[in-house]
């Protein structure tokens, strides 16, 4: 297993597209996703083939499989957990996901979000990588580590892959960044586990005041979360902001989902009485 450096992880999953679709080769994914890869592959003008959550908003891997085998490979983009759902795929389904991939076909896993996720069914897949499958592993430094100006992110994958993507890496990142990279992984078992337990407990106190509420949404594993406001979401959109308070913006086809992300207690208490306000109208 080797690693690469990038600008943020972005530049490692545009580097991906870049290398590992073609005319012939989509890249595959879910609807909705993170839209980085999907528009790097359209504006290069190589198909992209969106497949459908299941009902519990996770990824369908055997559909993603299928449309990989049909077009005789591609490449496969698994956010997990999700942007911007929160929802994850589980250890079992990438574990099958990795085994029954098609030739000519790689998985391209981001990982940005999986410090925040709380379940044992839900592991990364860096084993894969070391075990020389067709994975390539995406992290970044701007999640949980806070470092999102900086732009510091890395792939990790076989060595053949690493090559390929290290002729199109811009291989630039600043002195600061590197700095306080080596600063934040000496002291990162620290951060790792403070950060997250603050951002669990945060998240759980909304989870809860949502059910108590009956409030449905998409259980979060993340640093956000969506909610089903029932009814369009962009009438929240746009009247929230008003009372102090911006969600985020709408993400077809999930059209009654509003995506909050999880901030400081404060930020939530703020987020609750505005949320409410709006919801009862």
């Known amino acids: 297993m080797l690693f690469r450096s990038g600008s943020g992880s972005s530049e490692v999953l545009h580097t991906a597209v870049e290398l590992f679709t073609s005319a012939t080769r989509p890249l595959i994914t879910v609807n909705p996703a993170y839209e980085g890869p999907r528009d790097v592959a359209r504006n290069l003008g190589h198909p992209v083939i969106l497949t459908k959550l299941r009902d519990d908003y996770t990824a369908d891997v055997r559909k993603m499989a299928e449309e990989a085998d049909r077009a005789h490979g591609g490449?496969?983009?698994?956010?997990?957990?999700?942007?911007?759902?929160?929802?994850?795929?589980?250890?079992?389904?990438?574990?099958?996901?990795?085994?029954?991939?098609?030739?000519?076909?790689?998985?391209?896993?981001?990982?940005?979000?999986?410090?925040?996720?709380?379940?044992?069914?839900?592991k990364s897949a860096l084993p894969y990588v070391r075990q020389g499958k067709n994975v390539i592993v995406a992290r970044t430094f701007s999640k949980i580590y806070g470092m999102a100006g900086l732009r510091v992110g890395f792939a990790a994958a076989k060595p053949d892959l690493i090559e390929q993507m290290a002729r199109m890496s811009l291989n630039v990142i600043s002195i600061v960044s590197a700095r306080a990279v080596v600063a934040a992984l000496n002291d990162r078992e620290a951060i790792l586990r403070e950060r997250k337990a603050s951002l669990l407990k945060t998240r759980g106190e909304l989870t809860a005041w949502l059910k108590e509420r009956k409030v449905k949404f998409i259980e979060p594993n993340a640093n956000f979360m969506m909610i089903d406001v029932g009814r369009d979401a962009r009438p929240f959109i746009a009247t929230m902001p008003t009372l102090g308070v911006a969600p985020g913006r709408p993400f077809p086809p999930l059209d009654n989902m509003l995506r909050v992300s999880i901030g400081t207690d404060a930020d939530m208490a703020k987020f609750r009485e505005v949320f409410w306000k709006v919801y009862k109208g």
């Open 75 to 122: 490449l496969i983009y698994l956010c997990n957990p999700n942007n911007p759902t929160s929802a994850v795929t589980s250890a079992q389904d990438v574990d099958w996901l990795v085994s029954n991939l098609p030739a000519n076909t790689i998985l391209l896993v981001d990982e940005a979000y999986l410090h925040f996720v709380d379940r044992p069914d839900v």
